[in-house]
C-alpha cells in the first residue's frame, strides 16, 4: 500500500539507491518488526531533501497541513489508512471532532482542513470542526476557493469531555500545533482519546529531541542494511540559552555551528563531495519556516545584522526563541523548473499516502 510517487529525477539508480531497493525485502521486515513494538502518528509529514549521495528528512511535522496538496488517486490509500489508524484508539468510534489552527484567512490551510474532514467522513465518521478561536461565540461559515465551505463551531466543555453543541465525540483529531501553548479547555481531557496528544504540540515538543530519537532509529537502521548511518541522518547539535535580541548565547552559536561543520567536512571529504557544507540554524520549537537561517560559517552567526535578529527572535504566534537546533544542510539535486525541491511525504498510520514537491 505505497502510492506512486513521480520524481523529479532521471537517468540511471545512484548507488544509494540501489542498495535501497536491493534490501526492499529486508527493509520491510525491521520495519514490520517495529510497528510491532511502537504505535506510529496518527498522521504526519515529513520533508526530504535528496543530494544522491544523502537521503535524510529534515523536518517531521504531526500536525500536517497540505493534504489538499495531494493527488486526488491518493484518497483511496488516505481512507483505508485512516480506518487503520482509528480502529487502533477507537474502534467503535461514530464521531470525530477535528480542530484546526486559527487562522481563518489562509485559504489553502483551510482547504486542508476539509480534505482532512473529507477523509474521515469516508471512513464512516460523523466529523465536526471544533475551533479555538477565543471570540468564536457562533458557527462561523468560511466559503473556500474551490467552491466547498467550512463550517467552524465554538468548543463546548462538559466535565473531562469536549465537543461542539450538541455533539460528543468519541475522539479528537489535533491538526492545531499548540504553538501559543496548551489552552485550559484541552487540558485534563482523560475520557477523549486526543490525537496527536498535547504534549505532541510546540509548547512542550523540542526538535532536538526528536531528531535526538531518529538518532538511534537511523544507527540501527543503518546497521540492518550495511550503510553508513550519515547518508539518512542530518547531523546536529544545539544550543539551549539563546537570546537574538541581546545577542546572548552567540559564542555557544558560532561553536555548535564550527562543529556541525567540521562532522559534515570529514564525511565529504571521506566520500570525495565536492559541495559548500551548510547548516541550517532553526528555532527548537516552531513551525511554519520562521526562526529559520542558513549559515556556512561559524562567524556570521557573531554578525548578525538588526534585521536577522529580529527574523530568528520570535516565531508562530510570536513566541520568543530561546533555544535552537543547529542541523547540517543537506544539498538538493531534485529539481523542478529549475527550482530547488524537496520532497514532502505524508503519512497516515503507518502507511505512506502521498507527497509532493515543495518548490524553492
Not at 529486508?26 to 502518528?41: A, K, M, N, S, Y
Not at 466543555?157 to 461542539?164: D, F, H, M, Q, S
Not at 561553536?255 to 559541495?275: F, M, P, S, T, W
Amino acid at each position: 500500500m505505497v502510492p506512486h510517487l513521480t520524481t523529479a529525477l532521471s537517468g540511471p539508480l545512484l548507488e544509494l539507491e540501489r542498495r535501497f531497493l536491493a534490501a526492499s525485502p529486508q527493509i520491510e521486515h525491521w520495519l514490520r518488526g517495529q510497528w510491532l513494538e511502537h504505535t506510529p502518528p496518527f498522521y504526519s509529514s515529513v520533508d526530504l531533501r535528496n543530494s544522491g549521495f544523502k537521503l535524510a528528512p529534515v523536518d517531521t511535522n504531526l500536525f500536517p497541513g497540505g493534504f489538499n496538496n495531494l493527488n486526488p488517486a491518493f484518497l483511496p490509500l488516505c481512507v483505508q489508512a485512516a480506518m487503520s489508524a482509528i480502529e487502533k484508539f477507537c474502534p467503535e468510534a461514530r464521531s470525530l471532532l477535528l480542530i484546526p489552527e486559527n487562522h481563518t484567512r489562509n485559504a489553502f490551510y483551510l482547504q486542508n482542513v476539509a480534505q482532512i474532514a473529507a477523509i474521515l467522513t469516508q471512513t464512516g465518521l460523523n466529523v465536526r470542526i471544533g475551533s479555538l478561536i477565543p471570540d468564536l461565540q457562533a458557527p462561523l461559515t468560511v466559503d473556500l476557493p474551490n467552491g466547498q465551505n467550512l463550517l467552524l463551531e465554538p468548543l463546548v466543555r462538559k466535565g473531562n469531555r469536549i465537543g461542539v453543541a450538541g455533539f460528543e465525540p468519541c475522539a479528537i483529531l489535533l491538526n492545531n500545533d499548540l504553538s501559543a501553548g496548551i489552552p485550559a479547555i484541552l487540558q485534563g481531557l482523560d475520557e477523549q482519546f486526543v490525537l496527536p496528544p498535547v504534549h505532541a504540540g510546540w509548547a512542550v515538543r523540542r526538535k532536538s529531541n526528536h531528531f535526538a530519537a531518529y538518532d538511534e532509529v537511523a544507527n540501527t537502521f543503518a546497521k540492518e542494511i550495511g550503510i553508513d548511518p550519515w547518508r539518512i541522518n542530518p547531523a546536529f547539535s544545539v544550543c539551549r540559552s539563546i537570546n537574538f535580541h541581546e545577542r546572548q548565547g552567540e559564542e555557544c552559536l558560532a561553536a555548535n555551528v564550527a562543529a556541525v561543520l567540521d562532522i559534515v567536512r570529514e564525511k565529504y571529504k571521506e566520500y570525495g563531495i565536492n559541495e559548500t557544507p551548510y547548516v541550517v540554524v532553526k528555532a527548537d520549537a516552531g513551525t511554519y519556516g520562521m526562526g529559520v537561517m542558513t549559515v556556512r560559517d561559524a562567524d556570521e552567526v557573531i554578525a548578525l545584522n538588526r534585521k536577522q535578529r529580529n527574523k530568528m527572535s520570535v516565531v508562530k504566534e510570536g513566541l520568543e526563541v530561546s533555544e535552537v537546533i543547529i542541523q547540517e544542510g543537506v544539498h538538493s539535486f531534485e529539481t523542478v523548473n529549475e527550482g530547488v525541491a524537496e520532497p514532502v511525504v505524508y503519512m497516515i498510520d503507518r502507511y505512506v499516502v502521498g507527497g509532493f514537491y515543495r518548490v524553492h
